[in-house]
Nanobody, 127 residues
């Protein structure tokens, strides 16, 4: 069965860090773009970051640039999102997605050509 499973969420104080993982099962992330999205209560889903498994090129939303780092392991089985300098407004459910779209096409394109979507992991930033 083809699945993505996110993990690593939790409760953290402002200024803290978390590392989210996105593990693929039943397939590899090779030849996919992997995107991280988030959705806060009462807000629309937002594209956060994207990485091309083919060449490692990345993209970040302005709201997280300089604080979050996306990466993928050499085996192309797990993608990561390192969250640093967290703010209360980063509180959301974070989802990863494997898409045959391209990062350079934007987050709407990633969703349009979505192949696999994870179940999400909750990140809460609060003192």
């Amino acid at each position: 069965q083809v699945q993505l499973a996110e993990s690593g969420g939790g409760l953290v104080q402002p200024g803290g860090s978390l590392r989210l993982s996105c593990a693929a099962s039943g397939f590899t992330l090779d030849n996919y773009a992997v995107g991280w999205f988030r959705q806060a209560p009462g807000k629309e889903r937002e594209g956060v970051s994207c990485i091309e498994s083919s060449d490692g090129s990345t993209d970040y939303a302005d709201s997280v640039k300089g604080r979050f780092t996306i990466s993928i392991d050499n085996a192309k089985t797990t993608a990561y999102l390192q969250l640093n300098s967290l703010k209360p407004e980063d509180t959301a459910v974070y989802y990863c997605a494997a898409s045959i779209g391209a990062c350079r096409g934007g987050y709407s394109s990633l969703l349009r050509y979505l192949e696999v979507w994870g179940q999400g992991t909750l990140v809460t930033v609060s003192s």
